[in-house]
């Protein structure tokens, strides 16, 4: 069941108000964040007035759209005009900024409630959200257990019922990873689709942003108020956007056989055995609904992590050189000169893991290294598109495990990178290739916590992508149960 469509349902008969909805929001959150921090900052004010005036709507009468009252979470990394948006990190710390994002400017045209600002990785730097430079946001089904990130805020937020849907960014699988860790629905749509006026850079080629949900359907409503060909953002798609929410059917067998391809490369070695039977036994489900199935292989997809790690510190080493204390932001105090004006702010307004990446950026943008590194992630990035392309002359949708473990112990990575990065392993590919994928729950391990299936389309075809989503969820009891708090 959707909880929007219940929500939207309670609204329009008048059964319960907007402020009330709104009110109990606030109190979960209130009770819920001192276990859970997965709000940086909380809106009350600002979504009771928003909540009034959907409110007055209902009372005169007028038609309300189906977000109109819901409750939403959104990530610190998309500007909210008034609003401190703060990235996680220090050097934003005191930014609040003047102009509001697309997606929000939408969302707030809709009705839709913000209650709040959700945690992240500094600057969406991270797997865990431990990167965020405020506080650590636990995982809802186990308080020791990270959330994944970089969104995890959003995902715990929902997951734990503080806040109906949530909005995510997603640059190499910060929605789907999170999503797959919280036992919630997440999706990245294709590059394009959303506006990035207003979302904070980090790897302006593969950032975009998406829904989280606790099922298909509420994600699906929510894509479809935030997607849209905006000018403002250079990379926008022009594109129509369909209904996404009223095509969902609860039944794959009407339409012509479909094909589902399992990537071979992502299964085996390094992939936790549980989650290997778990999404092995959702394939397999998947069949049964009337799915046929192949296995295909993408083989570039083990240089998806390589080619990333030197394509996504380049480019954020280049949108971050912005921060510099001058024009907004941190500013070091009684710096000596102008110099050391900019170093020191920068030395003490970014934690460890965004110094990192900068590093890494300038020295593959460098002159003597530009060739060997960046140019050539650049020449492997169309190869594993070409494997993406190849893969969909033969199948519809793509599937995998979209993490390769469940959600680990908070500070079980942070003293090793690479092991961080290896969580995006199955996600990265696909930001690369710039294509839509979703992740939704498909079982839990023997702790309880949730397992990810990761399926993935062809450019545009978020359609099919809900739909087949839509179709495994109802046939399936995983997104009817919640975590104990
Ligand atoms: N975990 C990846 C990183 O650290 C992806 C982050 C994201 O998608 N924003 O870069």
New binding site residues.
Partial sequence: MSLIRELHRQLTRKERSAVEITQEALERIQSLEPKLHSFLYVTADHALEQARKVDAKIAAGEEISPLAGIPIGIKDNMCTKGIPTTCGSRILENFVPPYESAVTEKLTAAGAVMVGKTNL?EF????STENSAFQVTANPWDLERVPG??SGGSAAAVASGECVVALG??????IRQPASLCGIVGMKPTYGLVSRYGLVA?ASSLDQIGPFGRTVEDAAILLGAIAGHDSRDATSLKVSIPDYASALKPDLKPRRKLKIGVIQETFGQGLDPTVEATVTKAVEQLQTLGAEIQVVSCPQFRYGLPTYYII?PSEASANLARYDGVKYGFRTQNPDNLLSMYTETRAQGFGAEVKRRIMIGTYTLSAGYYDAYYLKAQKVRTLIKQDFEQAFEKVDILVCPTSPTTAFKAGDKTADPLSM?L??LMTIPVNLAGLPALSLPCGFDDQGLPIGLQLIGNVLREDLLLEVAYCYEQSTSWHQRSPQL
């Fill in positions: 990785d969406a730097m991270g797997s990130g970089s960014s997603d640059t190499g699988g910060s980090y996504a990065y969580n995006d």
